[in-house]
Protein backbone atom coordinates (compact mmCIF):
# COMPACT_ATOMS: atom_id res chain seq x y z
CA UNK A 1 0.00 0.00 0.00
CA UNK A 2 1.27 3.28 -0.75
CA UNK A 3 2.01 6.23 1.26
CA UNK A 4 -0.46 8.45 2.12
CA UNK A 5 -0.18 11.74 0.69
CA UNK A 6 0.93 14.62 2.57
CA UNK A 7 -1.52 17.70 3.63
CA UNK A 8 -0.48 21.04 2.24
CA UNK A 9 -2.70 23.92 1.15
CA UNK A 10 -1.96 23.19 -2.28
CA UNK A 11 -3.91 20.33 -2.53
CA UNK A 12 -7.05 22.94 -2.93
CA UNK A 13 -7.77 24.31 -5.80
CA UNK A 14 -9.99 27.16 -5.41
CA UNK A 15 -12.73 28.59 -8.81
CA UNK A 16 -12.51 32.16 -8.98
CA UNK A 17 -15.96 32.74 -8.60
CA UNK A 18 -16.27 30.97 -5.30
CA UNK A 19 -17.66 33.88 -2.86
CA UNK A 20 -20.45 34.58 -5.56
CA UNK A 21 -21.21 30.68 -5.58
CA UNK A 22 -21.36 31.32 -1.42
CA UNK A 23 -23.79 33.78 -1.92
CA UNK A 24 -26.02 32.13 -3.80
CA UNK A 25 -25.99 29.44 -1.16
CA UNK A 26 -26.96 31.66 1.15
CA UNK A 27 -29.83 33.19 -0.55
CA UNK A 28 -30.99 29.76 -1.52
CA UNK A 29 -30.83 28.93 2.42
CA UNK A 30 -32.46 32.10 3.35
CA UNK A 31 -35.18 31.66 1.10
CA UNK A 32 -36.02 28.13 2.50
CA UNK A 33 -35.33 29.29 5.92
CA UNK A 34 -37.86 31.92 5.45
CA UNK A 35 -40.62 29.62 3.97
CA UNK A 36 -40.03 27.23 6.75
CA UNK A 37 -40.29 29.51 9.57
CA UNK A 38 -43.42 31.32 8.39
CA UNK A 39 -44.76 28.09 8.06
CA UNK A 40 -44.39 27.27 11.46
CA UNK A 41 -43.78 30.11 13.72
CA UNK A 42 -40.40 28.28 14.45
CA UNK A 43 -37.20 28.41 12.65
CA UNK A 44 -35.76 25.00 11.47
CA UNK A 45 -32.19 23.77 9.92
CA UNK A 46 -32.32 25.25 6.63
CA UNK A 47 -31.13 21.30 5.72
CA UNK A 48 -31.63 17.92 7.46
CA UNK A 49 -34.83 19.95 9.27
CA UNK A 50 -36.67 16.87 11.04
CA UNK A 51 -34.94 15.27 13.57
CA UNK A 52 -35.38 11.32 14.49
CA UNK A 53 -33.36 10.69 17.44
CA UNK A 54 -30.62 12.10 19.62
CA UNK A 55 -28.48 9.88 21.46
CA UNK A 56 -25.95 10.68 23.97
CA UNK A 57 -22.74 8.39 24.38
CA UNK A 58 -18.93 7.85 24.45
CA UNK A 59 -16.43 7.79 22.35
CA UNK A 60 -12.81 5.89 22.86
CA UNK A 61 -10.13 6.89 20.94
CA UNK A 62 -7.76 3.21 20.01
CA UNK A 63 -4.78 3.14 21.90
CA UNK A 64 -1.38 1.85 20.02
CA UNK A 65 -2.50 3.61 16.61
CA UNK A 66 0.51 3.97 13.92
CA UNK A 67 1.81 6.93 13.70
CA UNK A 68 -0.26 7.90 10.21
CA UNK A 69 -3.73 7.63 11.97
CA UNK A 70 -2.42 9.08 15.10
CA UNK A 71 -3.21 12.36 14.40
CA UNK A 72 -5.16 15.46 15.19
CA UNK A 73 -7.87 14.37 17.61
CA UNK A 74 -6.68 10.65 17.50
CA UNK A 75 -3.50 11.40 18.28
CA UNK A 76 -3.58 10.05 22.05
CA UNK A 77 -5.90 7.37 23.29
CA UNK A 78 -8.92 8.47 25.48
CA UNK A 79 -12.12 9.11 25.96
CA UNK A 80 -14.82 12.09 24.92
CA UNK A 81 -18.59 12.67 25.29
CA UNK A 82 -20.51 12.48 22.39
CA UNK A 83 -24.37 13.58 21.00
CA UNK A 84 -25.22 12.32 17.65
CA UNK A 85 -28.90 13.49 15.68
CA UNK A 86 -30.68 11.50 12.83
CA UNK A 87 -32.10 13.23 10.47
CA UNK A 88 -33.24 13.47 6.93
CA UNK A 89 -31.82 16.17 4.29
CA UNK A 90 -34.89 18.08 3.48
CA UNK A 91 -34.90 21.68 4.58
CA UNK A 92 -38.83 21.35 5.69
CA UNK A 93 -41.04 19.07 8.30
CA UNK A 94 -41.72 15.86 5.64
CA UNK A 95 -43.99 12.47 6.59
CA UNK A 96 -41.77 10.22 7.00
CA UNK A 97 -43.47 8.21 3.95
CA UNK A 98 -41.51 10.60 1.41
CA UNK A 99 -38.39 8.68 1.65
CA UNK A 100 -35.07 10.77 1.46
CA UNK A 101 -30.94 10.29 2.54
CA UNK A 102 -30.20 9.76 6.36
CA UNK A 103 -28.14 12.19 8.08
CA UNK A 104 -26.25 11.35 10.99
CA UNK A 105 -24.33 14.43 12.62
CA UNK A 106 -21.77 13.83 15.63
CA UNK A 107 -20.30 15.93 18.13
CA UNK A 108 -17.59 15.37 20.18
CA UNK A 109 -17.07 17.11 23.16
CA UNK A 110 -13.84 18.27 25.35
CA UNK A 111 -11.34 18.40 22.14
CA UNK A 112 -8.20 20.07 22.96
CA UNK A 113 -6.16 21.76 20.41
CA UNK A 114 -6.10 24.46 18.09
CA UNK A 115 -9.49 25.73 16.44
CA UNK A 116 -10.46 26.38 12.82
CA UNK A 117 -10.95 30.20 12.71
CA UNK A 118 -14.50 30.99 14.39
CA UNK A 119 -15.00 27.72 15.58
CA UNK A 120 -15.95 28.40 19.34
CA UNK A 121 -15.60 26.15 21.92
CA UNK A 122 -13.88 22.58 22.48
CA UNK A 123 -15.84 20.53 20.03
CA UNK A 124 -15.56 18.50 16.65
CA UNK A 125 -18.17 18.17 14.63
CA UNK A 126 -18.60 14.80 11.76
CA UNK A 127 -21.27 15.61 9.33
CA UNK A 128 -22.43 12.50 7.67
CA UNK A 129 -24.81 10.66 5.19
CA UNK A 130 -25.13 7.33 4.42
CA UNK A 131 -24.02 7.61 0.95
CA UNK A 132 -19.98 7.57 0.04
CA UNK A 133 -20.26 10.63 -2.35
CA UNK A 134 -21.68 14.05 -1.65
CA UNK A 135 -24.66 15.04 -4.63
CA UNK A 136 -22.31 17.13 -5.95
CA UNK A 137 -19.32 17.48 -7.56
CA UNK A 138 -18.42 21.17 -6.79
CA UNK A 139 -19.81 24.35 -5.08
CA UNK A 140 -21.62 25.19 -8.10
CA UNK A 141 -23.81 22.22 -8.56
CA UNK A 142 -24.26 22.33 -5.10
CA UNK A 143 -25.91 25.92 -5.66
CA UNK A 144 -27.74 24.12 -9.02
CA UNK A 145 -29.02 21.57 -6.54
CA UNK A 146 -30.16 23.57 -3.26
CA UNK A 147 -32.15 26.20 -5.95
CA UNK A 148 -34.41 23.29 -7.19
CA UNK A 149 -34.93 22.03 -3.50
CA UNK A 150 -35.31 25.21 -2.44
CA UNK A 151 -38.56 25.50 -4.86
CA UNK A 152 -39.92 22.63 -3.62
CA UNK A 153 -40.05 23.76 0.20
CA UNK A 154 -43.72 23.75 1.20
CA UNK A 155 -44.95 22.84 -2.19
CA UNK A 156 -48.38 19.92 -1.83
CA UNK A 157 -47.11 17.28 0.41
CA UNK A 158 -49.05 14.82 -1.25
CA UNK A 159 -47.64 15.60 -4.40
CA UNK A 160 -44.14 14.68 -3.26
CA UNK A 161 -45.42 11.75 -1.42
CA UNK A 162 -46.55 10.58 -5.37
CA UNK A 163 -42.98 11.98 -6.59
CA UNK A 164 -40.98 9.79 -4.08
CA UNK A 165 -42.82 6.78 -4.42
CA UNK A 166 -42.19 6.91 -8.22
CA UNK A 167 -38.62 8.19 -7.44
CA UNK A 168 -37.82 4.69 -5.06
CA UNK A 169 -39.29 2.91 -8.23
CA UNK A 170 -36.98 4.35 -10.74
CA UNK A 171 -34.07 3.91 -8.26
CA UNK A 172 -34.93 0.66 -7.80
CA UNK A 173 -35.18 -0.06 -11.08
CA UNK A 174 -31.68 1.51 -11.85
CA UNK A 175 -29.97 -0.49 -9.02
CA UNK A 176 -31.48 -3.38 -10.49
CA UNK A 177 -29.06 -2.97 -13.62
CA UNK A 178 -26.19 -2.01 -11.41
CA UNK A 179 -26.85 1.45 -11.16
CA UNK A 180 -27.81 4.39 -8.96
CA UNK A 181 -28.83 8.25 -9.07
CA UNK A 182 -27.53 10.97 -5.71
CA UNK A 183 -30.74 13.07 -7.74
CA UNK A 184 -33.20 10.42 -7.08
CA UNK A 185 -32.29 9.73 -3.88
CA UNK A 186 -31.85 13.22 -2.80
CA UNK A 187 -35.67 14.07 -4.20
CA UNK A 188 -37.16 11.56 -2.72
CA UNK A 189 -35.94 8.03 -3.93
CA UNK A 190 -33.68 6.70 -1.05
CA UNK A 191 -35.23 3.36 0.08
CA UNK A 192 -36.69 4.08 3.47
CA UNK A 193 -33.76 2.40 5.93
CA UNK A 194 -33.70 2.21 9.39
CA UNK A 195 -31.16 4.77 10.43
CA UNK A 196 -29.50 3.13 13.42
CA UNK A 197 -28.29 -0.07 11.05
CA UNK A 198 -27.09 2.25 8.41
CA UNK A 199 -23.10 3.53 7.37
CA UNK A 200 -22.44 7.08 7.40
CA UNK A 201 -19.60 8.62 5.77
CA UNK A 202 -18.67 12.19 5.61
CA UNK A 203 -18.21 12.54 1.70
CA UNK A 204 -15.50 15.26 1.26
CA UNK A 205 -12.40 14.93 2.50
CA UNK A 206 -10.47 17.02 5.55
CA UNK A 207 -7.10 17.17 6.89
CA UNK A 208 -5.97 14.46 8.84
CA UNK A 209 -3.01 16.30 10.83
CA UNK A 210 -0.20 15.15 8.27
CA UNK A 211 -2.52 13.70 5.91
CA UNK A 212 -6.33 13.61 4.32
CA UNK A 213 -8.67 11.62 4.97
CA UNK A 214 -12.25 11.19 4.30
CA UNK A 215 -14.47 9.44 7.78
CA UNK A 216 -16.55 6.75 8.00
CA UNK A 217 -19.28 5.63 10.84
CA UNK A 218 -19.74 1.79 10.92
CA UNK A 219 -22.42 0.03 13.31
CA UNK A 220 -20.65 -3.04 14.78
CA UNK A 221 -23.48 -4.10 16.93
CA UNK A 222 -26.42 -6.05 17.11
CA UNK A 223 -27.92 -2.59 15.65
CA UNK A 224 -25.68 -3.82 11.95
CA UNK A 225 -28.86 -6.49 11.85
CA UNK A 226 -30.82 -3.25 10.77
CA UNK A 227 -28.76 -2.42 7.50
CA UNK A 228 -31.28 -3.45 5.19
CA UNK A 229 -34.42 -2.86 7.89
CA UNK A 230 -36.82 -0.98 5.85
CA UNK A 231 -39.25 1.04 7.51
CA UNK A 232 -43.25 1.16 6.46
CA UNK A 233 -44.88 4.92 7.21
CA UNK A 234 -47.58 4.55 5.47
CA UNK A 235 -50.00 6.51 7.21
CA UNK A 236 -47.39 7.32 10.52
CA UNK A 237 -45.65 10.79 9.60
CA UNK A 238 -43.43 10.62 12.18
CA UNK A 239 -42.54 6.53 11.63
CA UNK A 240 -38.53 6.72 11.76
CA UNK A 241 -39.13 8.58 15.63
CA UNK A 242 -41.20 5.37 16.74
CA UNK A 243 -38.96 3.33 15.06
CA UNK A 244 -35.84 4.67 16.69
CA UNK A 245 -38.11 4.49 19.98
CA UNK A 246 -38.61 0.57 19.86
CA UNK A 247 -34.77 -0.16 18.85
CA UNK A 248 -32.57 2.30 20.85
CA UNK A 249 -33.52 2.27 24.58
CA UNK A 250 -33.95 -1.67 24.08
CA UNK A 251 -30.16 -1.83 22.42
CA UNK A 252 -28.29 1.04 22.35
CA UNK A 253 -25.19 0.85 19.94
CA UNK A 254 -21.75 0.40 18.50
CA UNK A 255 -19.99 2.12 15.85
CA UNK A 256 -16.55 2.20 14.87
CA UNK A 257 -15.38 5.39 13.17
CA UNK A 258 -12.83 4.82 10.52
CA UNK A 259 -10.95 7.03 7.92
CA UNK A 260 -9.64 6.26 4.60
CA UNK A 261 -6.49 7.95 4.00
CA UNK A 262 -5.78 9.65 0.52
CA UNK A 263 -2.89 7.70 -1.21
CA UNK A 264 -3.43 9.40 -4.82
CA UNK A 265 -4.86 12.75 -5.33
CA UNK A 266 -5.97 12.06 -9.32
CA UNK A 267 -7.79 8.45 -8.43
CA UNK A 268 -8.68 10.06 -4.70
CA UNK A 269 -9.67 13.97 -5.83
CA UNK A 270 -10.36 16.67 -3.60
CA UNK A 271 -12.13 18.97 -5.30
CA UNK A 272 -14.59 16.73 -6.62
CA UNK A 273 -16.93 15.36 -3.69
CA UNK A 274 -19.07 13.10 -6.26
CA UNK A 275 -16.19 10.55 -6.36
CA UNK A 276 -16.23 7.81 -3.91
CA UNK A 277 -12.54 6.84 -3.15
CA UNK A 278 -11.82 3.84 -4.27
CA UNK A 279 -11.44 1.31 -0.88
CA UNK A 280 -8.89 -1.11 -2.65
CA UNK A 281 -6.78 1.65 -3.03
CA UNK A 282 -7.23 3.37 0.67
CA UNK A 283 -9.44 0.92 2.65
CA UNK A 284 -11.52 2.50 5.70
CA UNK A 285 -9.43 2.12 8.92
CA UNK A 286 -10.75 2.19 12.73
CA UNK A 287 -9.37 5.02 14.83
CA UNK A 288 -11.95 4.57 17.65
CA UNK A 289 -15.16 3.35 19.02
CA UNK A 290 -18.47 4.95 19.77
CA UNK A 291 -20.74 3.11 22.21
CA UNK A 292 -24.22 4.68 22.80
CA UNK A 293 -26.17 3.13 25.87
CA UNK A 294 -29.59 1.97 25.85
CA UNK A 295 -31.93 5.53 25.72
CA UNK A 296 -35.08 7.23 24.50
CA UNK A 297 -33.92 8.39 20.85
CA UNK A 298 -37.02 10.94 20.97
CA UNK A 299 -38.96 12.53 23.07
CA UNK A 300 -41.44 15.53 22.99
CA UNK A 301 -40.93 18.85 24.21
CA UNK A 302 -37.51 17.67 25.50
CA UNK A 303 -36.01 16.79 22.08
CA UNK A 304 -37.06 19.39 20.34
CA UNK A 305 -35.29 22.13 23.06
CA UNK A 306 -32.31 20.52 22.78
CA UNK A 307 -32.74 20.51 19.05
CA UNK A 308 -32.88 24.30 19.28
CA UNK A 309 -29.69 24.69 21.10
CA UNK A 310 -27.56 23.04 18.95
CA UNK A 311 -25.76 23.62 15.31
CA UNK A 312 -23.45 21.22 13.40
CA UNK A 313 -21.27 21.89 11.10
CA UNK A 314 -18.16 20.81 9.63
CA UNK A 315 -16.48 23.77 10.27
CA UNK A 316 -16.56 23.17 13.78
CA UNK A 317 -13.64 22.07 14.88
CA UNK A 318 -9.82 21.65 15.56
CA UNK A 319 -7.55 22.90 12.35
CA UNK A 320 -6.07 19.61 12.36
CA UNK A 321 -9.19 18.54 10.96
CA UNK A 322 -9.74 20.98 8.48
CA UNK A 323 -12.33 20.74 5.98
CA UNK A 324 -11.01 20.39 2.29
CA UNK A 325 -12.35 20.80 -1.08
CA UNK A 326 -14.63 23.44 -2.66
CA UNK A 327 -18.15 21.67 -1.38
CA UNK A 328 -16.74 22.16 2.02
CA UNK A 329 -15.62 25.53 1.28
CA UNK A 330 -18.85 26.57 0.30
CA UNK A 331 -20.96 25.50 3.27
CA UNK A 332 -18.96 27.06 5.62
CA UNK A 333 -20.43 30.17 5.51
CA UNK A 334 -24.21 29.20 4.78
CA UNK A 335 -24.02 27.13 7.68
CA UNK A 336 -23.37 29.41 10.08
CA UNK A 337 -25.84 31.51 8.71
CA UNK A 338 -28.50 29.05 8.97
CA UNK A 339 -27.50 28.44 12.65
CA UNK A 340 -27.39 32.29 13.56
CA UNK A 341 -30.83 32.65 11.76
CA UNK A 342 -32.17 30.00 13.83
CA UNK A 343 -30.80 31.02 16.95
CA UNK A 344 -32.10 34.88 16.13
CA UNK A 345 -35.30 34.10 15.58
CA UNK A 346 -36.24 30.93 17.93
CA UNK A 347 -34.43 33.08 20.62
CA UNK A 348 -32.12 30.79 21.12
CA UNK A 349 -28.67 31.61 20.41
CA UNK A 350 -26.29 28.55 19.51
CA UNK A 351 -23.36 27.91 21.81
CA UNK A 352 -21.17 24.80 22.23
CA UNK A 353 -21.51 22.57 24.72
CA UNK A 354 -19.29 22.13 27.45
CA UNK A 355 -20.15 18.71 28.60
CA UNK A 356 -23.20 16.49 28.23
CA UNK A 357 -24.62 17.80 31.60
CA UNK A 358 -25.56 20.65 29.11
CA UNK A 359 -27.32 19.43 26.87
CA UNK A 360 -30.94 18.67 27.36
CA UNK A 361 -32.50 15.45 26.91
Known amino acids: MTHPVAYSPDVEKHEPDEAETVRGLEDQFKIILDTTSQDYGHAVRSVHAKGHGLAKGKLRVQEGLPSELAQGMFAQSGDYEVILRFSTNAGDILDD ?15 PGERLPGAEGDTQDFVMVNGPAFAAPNPKKFLTNLKLLAKTTDKAEGAKKVLSAFLRTAESALEAVGGQSSMFQTLGGAKPFHPLGQTYFSQTPFRYGAHIAKFQLVPIS ?4 FAEEQIDATGRPDAIREEMNRLLPEQGGVWELRVQLNRDLEKMPIED ?25 WEHPASEATEDALSFSPWHGLAAHQPLGGVNRARKDPYKMSADYRGKFNGCPMHEPRSLAEVGG
Not at 97 to 111: D, E, F, M, N, Y
Not at 273 to 297: G, M
Open 273 to 297: ASVPWDEALSPFLTVATLTVPPQIA
Open 222 to 225: AIKD
Open 97 to 111: SITLPRGLALKVIGV
